[in-house]
């Protein structure tokens, strides 16, 4: 059935997808702040309340007991009534909240995904959710209002506190759910009157008292927090470590992998002279981090003298909470495939332009000549100025301040040489040049790009968006060329020694530019088949950021290991690549694990561009942008790997990209490069 209220009519919603909806705040892409126990035990009394309501287990005052074991056929609902049903003995409402307790992320995980499938919330990377604009009149009631289902939900709930209105039993429950979370006072304005309404409509359910006994008397979860406190964190043994071949090789992800299946999912390492250093490696701790991580971890701890650097504060990568999502949101169309796709032609131009330089029979350092191609690209899509001439500045001091200030592997001087001192001269010169053309006049016609978004962004919240922001934002965008470009420089070095993957991307790459400049639309699945599955292999054999780093900020147990509070946590995300249980044969590129029915990457082992809330924002961009510039050197040009018995090896600091012997040689110029003005 349906539910309806003036004309407004939606979808029937369980309990728990109705105070999801409740519990949403906008701002943050994420609920209002509830603490960790008393979220647990609210959710699953949200489920016992809707298995009542259909049905299938009854209560009274001192027991609940099962009256029909048929499954719902909800997947949030039915692992509870079986464990209910699988029972034998009977205990009262508070029992079972308690035990279910721990089942509350699953029944939240599914939830959302419930309510996304419905049109009811909007999922956007990073694991946000906000609320999906929804016309209700011809799917579900033939009328002409619009509103959305939470609005209803709220709508309804609001009308029982402050009308006086008699409360049906599902509002009851909703009532008593929120008031046990404390967050009413986040949602309305409240006096001693509405308040006392409110305690009173809770009081009429015995449910809802079950659940605020359970979260007032915290019974179950300081025991349930000791129990894991009993699992020490393993050590790994510095001699394993030293003699591991993926240490030889520069391959931390295979090296974590390798960690994790001895140690398990929780490891430390202690380096001579350093503080302990704490992993979280394999599919569930990923899982945990990408859904459940904001609430326990922090990105700005670690980054704040990086920050510095630029003379900067509060910038994206250091963000977290409603400021980083709402940074976010602004920011997202600049870093959007239909950006990109809206300007391709000033991707083609500047690609060939670059191309037309490479001679036969040279042999070009892989690193830096895949990063000049991408740079010449998102220079002019990204600031609209020419800057190869201090991009080289750019990155160096970039990754020294990495190296200083994030890994930690070099004291703070090695920033402040007369070499490092010139390098920093790089980032007032881009901004110079950025300035110089993005006044009214400059830009007046021109597509509009990524410092458009930014200056426009601190002309309107200087607040949120200062000046010494900019300064980092804007000379970070060119970073983005080291990481494509050593992208780019992986799916070459896959490509150059895969000739018969060659030969396939070489055939899409001719069907779509021999008739001429493809538009955006042109490159789809179906058109770029093999490419599109090849760069996907690329990027988890070689993922670019095979690690993220965290600083705990509440206490949390994680696969039973506490993580304590002001503790760092190496999360390392890409280490499940090299996971057999997740990717058969690991170590062989196959581009047929991305083929029904084996979606090897249809889970959180598949991870190349980070997890959680600081997911890449530009990953849509990345993706069409690489897979251009593949499909447009195999139609130029047949390159080869130089050494030709080179055997990869990887140079993971500050981020990973081939060593520096690897080159490319330029074989044969498979046709003309036409060039455009």
């Known amino acids: 059935m349906t539910l309806s209220t003036e004309g407004v009519t939606t979808p029937t919603l369980s309990l728990p997808e109705e105070l999801i909806l409740m519990l949403l705040n906008e701002e943050s892409g994420y609920f209002h702040q509830v603490p960790g126990w008393d979220l647990n035990c609210t959710v699953a009394g949200a489920v016992l309340a809707e298995l009542s309501l259909m049905g299938r287990i009854d209560t009274d005052v001192e027991s609940l007991f099962l009256v029909d074991r048929t499954e719902t056929g909800d997947p949030a609902l039915d692992p509870i009534l079986k464990e209910i049903a699988g029972e034998p003995a009977q205990h009262n409402t508070q029992y079972w909240i308690e035990r279910l307790a721990p089942h509350a992320e699953s029944v939240v995980d599914l939830t959302l995904d419930r309510l996304v499938d419905l049109n009811i919330l909007e999922h956007h990377d990073g694991e946000f959710w906000t609320l999906s604009r929804t016309t209700l009149q011809a799917e579900l009631s033939n009328t002409s209002t619009e509103g959305t289902a939470a609005q209803f939900v709220r709508t309804r709930i609001s009308k029982v506190i402050f009308n006086n209105e008699i409360p049906d039993p599902r509002d009851v429950i909703i009532i008593a759910l929120i008031d046990t979370c404390d967050v009413f006072r986040f949602m309305f304005q409240l006096d001693d009157e509405i308040e006392q309404r409110i305690q009173a409509i809770c009081r009429m359910d015995l449910i809802?008292?079950?659940?605020?006994?359970?979260?007032?008397?915290?019974?179950?979860?300081?025991?349930?927090?000791?129990?894991?406190?009993?699992?020490?964190?393993?050590?790994?043994?510095?001699?394993?470590?030293?003699?591991?071949?993926?240490?030889?090789?520069?391959?931390?992800?295979?090296?974590?992998?390798?960690?994790?299946?001895?140690?398990?999912?929780?490891?430390?390492?202690?380096?001579?002279?350093?503080?302990?250093?704490?992993?979280?490696?394999?599919?569930?701790?990923?899982?945990?981090?990408?859904?459940?991580?904001?609430m326990y971890l922090r990105a700005k701890d670690y980054f704040s003298d990086f920050e510095k650097v630029y003379g900067a504060n509060g910038v994206m990568p250091s963000m977290d909470g409603a400021d980083h999502f709402r940074l976010r949101k602004a920011m997202s169309p600049a870093y959007s495939r239909g950006r990109l796709e809206g300007q391709l032609n000033i991707l083609y131009r500047h690609a060939r332009r670059h191309?037309?330089?490479?001679?036969?029979?040279?042999?070009?350092?892989?690193?830096?000549?895949?990063?000049?191609?991408?740079?010449?690209?998102?220079?002019?899509?990204?600031?609209?100025?020419?800057?190869?001439?201090?991009?080289?500045?750019?990155?160096?001091?970039?990754?020294?301040?990495?190296?200083?200030?994030?890994?930690?592997?070099?004291?703070?001087?090695?920033?402040?040489?007369?070499?490092?001192?010139?390098?920093?001269?790089?980032?007032?010169?881009?901004?110079?040049?950025?300035?110089?053309?993005?006044?009214?006049?400059?830009?007046?016609?021109?597509?509009?790009?990524?410092?458009?978004?930014?200056?426009?962004?601190?002309?309107?919240?200087?607040?949120?968006?200062?000046?010494?922001?900019?300064?980092?934002?804007?000379?970070?965008?060119?970073?983005?060329?080291?990481?494509?470009?050593?992208?780019?420089?992986?799916?070459?070095?896959?490509?150059?020694?895969?000739?018969?993957?060659?030969?396939?991307?070489?055939?899409?790459?001719?069907?779509?530019?021999?008739?001429?400049?493809?538009?955006?639309?042109?490159?789809?699945?179906?058109?770029?088949?093999?490419?599109?599955r090849f760069l996907m292999e690329a990027v988890r054999i070689y993922p670019i950021v095979p690690m993220s780093i965290r600083n705990v900020m509440n206490t949390c147990v994680v696969e039973g290991y506490e993580l304590p509070v002001g503790s760092q946590v190496y999360i390392a995300t890409t280490a499940t690549h090299y996971m057999e249980d997740i990717f058969p044969d690991p170590f062989t590129f196959d581009v047929d694990r991305y083929r029904p029915p084996r979606n090897e990457h249809l889970s959180p082992g598949y991870a190349p561009y980070g997890l959680g809330t600081h997911t890449c924002?530009?990953?849509?961009?990345?993706?069409?942008?690489?897979?251009?510039?593949?499909?447009?050197?195999?139609?130029?040009?047949?390159?080869?790997?130089?050494?030709?018995?080179?055997?990869?090896?990887?140079?993971?600091?500050?981020?990973?990209?081939?060593?520096?012997?690897?080159?490319?040689?330029?074989?044969e110029r498979r046709r003309e490069i036409p060039l455009v003005a």
Do not use: C
């Not at 406190?229 to 240490?247: A, N």
């Open 208 to 294: 809802g008292r079950s659940i605020a006994e359970a979260v007032s008397q915290n019974i179950a979860g300081p025991l349930l927090r000791r129990s894991a406190f009993t699992k020490k964190i393993p050590t790994v043994s510095l001699r394993k470590l030293l003699f591991s071949r993926h240490i030889r090789s520069g391959n931390v992800a295979a090296l974590f992998a390798d960690l994790a299946k001895e140690y398990g999912p929780v490891f430390k390492i202690h380096p001579p002279f350093r503080k302990p250093m704490m992993f979280l490696a394999g599919t569930v701790t990923n899982h945990w981090v990408h859904r459940h991580g904001r």
């Open 355 to 532: 191309m037309s330089g490479w001679k036969v029979g040279d042999a070009y350092p892989a690193t830096s000549m895949s990063r000049s191609m991408i740079n010449a690209q998102l220079s002019p899509l990204f600031v609209s100025v020419d800057s190869q001439d201090i991009f080289d500045d750019l990155a160096k001091y970039k990754e020294r301040a990495l190296l200083t200030h994030i890994m930690k592997a070099l004291p703070k001087f090695m920033l402040r040489t007369p070499g490092m001192r010139r390098r920093a001269k790089a980032v007032d010169t881009l901004l110079e040049r950025v300035q110089s053309v993005h006044t009214p006049a400059q830009r007046a016609g021109s597509p509009r790009d990524l410092a458009d978004d930014w200056l426009s962004l601190h002309a309107s919240d200087p607040q949120f968006v200062p000046e010494t922001t900019l300064r980092f934002q804007l000379s970070a965008a060119l970073i983005a060329s080291v990481y494509l470009g050593d992208a780019f420089s992986f799916a070459l070095y896959a490509m150059a020694s895969q000739p018969e993957l060659y030969r396939e991307i070489q055939r899409e790459a001719d069907a779509l530019f021999d008739k001429g400049d493809p538009d955006g639309e042109d490159f789809t699945l179906q058109a770029i088949d093999v490419t599109h």
């Open 617 to 667: 924002l530009g990953t849509r961009w990345m993706e069409l942008q690489l897979a251009i510039n593949v499909l447009m050197v195999a139609h130029y040009f047949n390159i080869e790997v130089s050494p030709a018995n080179y055997k990869l090896k990887f140079n993971p600091i500050p981020s990973n990209k081939p060593s520096k012997k690897l080159k490319f040689r330029i074989a």
